[in-house]
């Protein structure tokens, strides 16, 4: 039971370009998330989703799209990286019942835009 | 604009102690308080929870107290460990809000043995 993984763990990337982050989860959760966390600043919601081919935005969404084509998988991308958008980006996920909301977390993947 | 405010923002404790981290709040909305513990190079992972219709919950040494009228929330942790020293967020969710975690900025907690 791997839980949720995401891929890549690193990744430095110039300012200008694209890339995609992948999110796959095991548990045959409704809910995913993707998080930014920054020193001092806590983890901040930057889209979710509450079910295949849904997304919403969160609380810092700009620079980043996302989709949900299949229930186990939620991308996260960024069409032209900006330095602002170093940070460490988490996703997760959870059940939609409301006595079950615990969110499981991937181990982050560190991206670097110089 | 920070939804929930959380300190201290670093905190050092000898072993044995008590750790206590605060956290506030004002969407009277949110109905999910709960706290993840995160280790160095690791994602978050939920330590306890509580919602609003009790005002304390202990799970072995950790426990959260919660104060409905002054929309604050707690967390102790009774006879620190050094493996306890971990970096630790308290959240917030509502149900009418899909759910979504609002995290306080982070406490790390330091336990010096």
């Known amino acids: 039971n791997a839980g949720v993984t995401q891929t890549p763990k690193f990744r430095v990337l110039k300012t200008g370009q694209s890339m995609t982050l992948l999110c796959a989860q095991d548990?045959?959760?409704?809910?995913m998330y993707w998080y930014r966390q920054d020193p001092g600043m806590g983890l901040r919601l930057i889209h979710y989703s509450v079910g295949e081919g849904t997304t919403a935005k969160g609380e810092v969404p700009d620079g980043y799209n996302v989709s949900r084509l299949k229930k186990q998988n939620f991308l996260l991308g960024l069409e032209s990286a900006a330095p602002s958008q170093t940070s460490v980006y988490f996703c997760?996920?959870?059940?939609?019942?409301?006595?079950?909301?615990?969110?499981?977390f991937g181990q982050g993947t560190r991206l670097t835009v110089v | 604009q920070q939804q929930v405010k959380q300190s201290p923002q670093s905190l050092i404790v000898q072993k044995g102690g008590i750790s206590i981290i605060n956290c506030a709040y004002e969407n009277t909305a949110f109905d999910y308080f709960p706290w993840y513990q995160q280790f160095p190079g690791k994602g978050p992972a939920l330590l306890i929870a509580i919602r609003p219709d009790v005002s304390e919950k202990k799970e072995g040494r950790f426990t959260i107290s919660f104060n409905k009228s002054a929309k604050q929330f707690s967390l102790h942790i009774m006879d620190s460990q050094p493996g306890d020293s971990a970096t630790y967020f308290c959240a917030a969710s509502s149900e009418t809000g899909a759910n979504n975690l609002f995290f306080g900025t982070g406490t790390r907690l330091t336990v010096i043995p």
């Open positions: 997760a996920s959870s059940y939609s019942a409301r006595e079950n909301t615990e969110a499981f």
């Open positions: 548990m045959n959760h409704e809910y």
